[in-house]
């Protein structure tokens, strides 16, 4: 798949995004401080990425509390049948108790710094957390910041085992986003719903957001967890032809981090929650 080339498609981004693109009509009138984050705030994120593990928690839940989150929102949930791996979760209540999960893991493997895998994520994560933060919403967001998906997807099935049977049909869907930042937002086929990935493809060409398809061979990511209990779930990345020069790897820097690609990413999994919200619960089993 092609690199991110500007020349194609940003003037495309200009003329298709520059405006607020509302979630919908009513929220948007009963909120009218909606706050689309920018690509020069996304960019800024890069700015300092935590580059070893132990960072990363304190690091994501410093970036989220700049982003509008109380003290008292957020829950740490440590599952100690799974080595002790941490999940961070804050939870948007919404009108009913049906669940849209939106996740993206912290943790990172290798001698770099993680920056595409996954601080992307995370900085998608905590955009999507303040953009939806102020929405009246219909269904309530459980955002998770999932540990040790490296080590197999450690935190998501530790979260997905605790879900009590009777509770698994109040969870409508997961969107993962793992590895912005190479290139234009994709879907990874093999780590995603069918009924979601028309999703996706449907709101980008709305949006007119450039988007593909790609199989990345012989991974999973935290998306995995939920599909295997038959959760629809779709994991998003921005990854290019060179991703395996570059994840897992010393070269894994900021530097490799283009902010569009976060950006588009960020529009893209905030225009499909809000498209998600307003569908029955049951419409992508
Ligand atoms: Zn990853």
Redo the contacts with the bound molecule.
């Keep these: 798949m092609p690199k991110l080339d500007c020349l194609h498609w940003c003037r495309r981004l200009l003329f298709g995004l520059m405006f607020p693109i509302a979630l919908s009509p009513g929220a948007a009138q009963e909120h009218p401080g909606l706050r689309i984050s920018t690509p020069a705030e996304i960019a800024s994120e890069f700015a300092s990425v935590p580059c070893d593990n132990a960072g990363r928690l304190p690091a994501v839940r410093a970036m989220l509390t700049r982003l509008g989150a109380q003290d008292s929102d957020f829950r740490i949930d440590r599952f100690d049948a799974y080595d002790g791996v941490e999940n961070l979760v804050l939870i948007l209540p919404g009108e009913s108790p049906e669940k849209i999960v939106i996740g993206a893991?912290y943790d990172k493997i290798g001698d770099g710094c993680g920056a595409v895998?996954?601080w992307t994520?995370q900085v998608a994560l905590a955009h999507l957390y303040r953009t939806l933060h102020g929405m009246q919403l219909k269904k309530t967001l459980v955002f998770v910041a999932f540990g040790r998906?490296?080590n197999g997807l450690v935190g998501s099935r530790a979260m997905v085992s605790a879900i009590p049977h009777e509770q698994l049909a109040s969870y409508c869907a997961m969107i993962n986003i793992?590895?912005l930042g190479l290139a234009r937002p994709q879907v990874a086929d093999n780590m995603s719903s069918r009924t979601l990935e028309r999703l996706a493809v449907d709101v980008a060409n709305s949006m007119d957001i450039p988007f593909s398809h790609v199989t990345i061979g012989g991974s999973a990511?935290d998306s995995n967890a939920f599909t295997a209990k038959k959760i629809p779930a779709i994991t998003l990345h921005g990854l290019d032809r060179n991703w395996m020069h570059v994840?897992h790897r010393r070269e894994d820097q900021a530097s490799k981090v283009n902010p569009m690609s976060v950006y588009l990413g960020y529009r893209l999994a905030l225009s499909m929650v809000a498209r998600m919200d307003q569908t029955p619960c049951d419409a992508y089993r």
Excluded: K, Q
């Design positions: 893991h895998d996954n994520g998906e490296e793992d590895s990511s994840l």
